[in-house]
């Protein structure tokens, strides 16, 4: 079956701008979570949704937003982008809450000029 | 969760077992030992987990100590496609889904 989907896989935005990057799970999939990877930071924990509703966050600015649909896709926003936001962010998704497995998708990777 | 600590980087022929140690030694009675990889490029790729018993799957082998305090994730035959950071993460089932990467180890196969 179809991995985890990210779109779009590159994205050049601008300072104070803000973006939208979307998520789609495996089939059948109900919890997704979003991380953060930079050079500096590596891998770092952003939220996670489960049935449409947030159940876990990480230590990210409220600039830092996400949401879940009906179908488990799902979406994060950043608004008034920073120059340290450049990174790239992957989505994981996993069966449901008793799931050990999460399954990444190839991420999206941000540029802030 | 538990603290883990991982060699900084390591090398393998090809075609020889890697051997990929992990000390976790505050770990607690109700926390696993995960492993994920991520190849240049890609997401991270679950490989294995366990809780106290040896666990091998297609992808690897996993030993835990007797007291838990460290564990080796094992490639048996390692191939040039097995170059990637290799994560050694420690947390309690069922506890959200936060996976608490750190710096992994960077393991290069070489021809």
Redesign the interface.
Known sequence: KAGVTQTPRYLIKTRGQQVTLSCSPISGHRSVSWYQQTPGQGLQFLFEYFSETQRNKGNFPGRFSGRQFSNSRSEMNVSTLELGDSALYLCASSLDKASYEQYFGPGTRLTVT | DAKTTQPTSMDCAEGRAANLPCNHSTISGNE?V?WYR?IHS?????II?GLKNNETNEMASLIITEDRKSSTLILPHATLRDTAVY?CIVRV??S?????????TSLLVTP
């Open positions: 696993y995960y991520q890609q997401g991270p790729q679950y987990h994560y089932a069922n959200g889904y936060a996976l608490n990467f750190g710096k992994g």
